[in-house]
């Protein structure tokens, strides 16, 4: 399975930004799906995942309460809705699909298949 994300872009703090992962040459069934993100000279960090097993939605702790992921199987995409959105919040936004169990669904090395990233700028 092949994935494109999208929707980044330049946004001032505050603001809002909704990233799309969608999926081509298969689907996300049977798949978890995650997003990460990487700040400069920073490592890889969880930022949101649903997954595949229980349909339950998982967050790292930066981000919980402003941000939401959504899974729209008709569409066949994985939606990140960020708000409230911080400086701090720069990075490239990467999706993830795989099948890690639950205790690994933070870890990026769970995730077989990435989308090529998505750059998001929050100015304070």
């Known amino acids: 399975v092949q994935l494109q994300a999208s929707g980044g872009g330049f946004v001032q703090a505050g603001g809002s930004l909704r990233l799309s992962c969608a999926a081509s040459g298969g689907t996300f069934r049977g798949y978890s799906v995650g997003w990460f993100r990487q700040g400069p000279g920073k490592e890889r960090e969880f930022v949101a995942a649903?997954?595949?097993?229980?349909?339950?939605?998982y967050y790292g702790d930066s981000v919980k309460g402003r941000f939401t992921i959504s899974r729209d199987n008709a569409k066949n995409t994985v939606n990140l809705q960020m708000n409230s959105l911080k400086p701090e919040d720069t990075a490239v936004y990467y999706c993830g699909a795989g099948r890690p169990i639950i205790s690994s669904i933070s870890r990026p090395t769970a995730y077989a298949y990435w989308g090529q990233g998505t750059l998001v700028t929050v100015s304070s």
């Open positions: 649903v997954a595949a097993s229980n349909m339950h939605s």
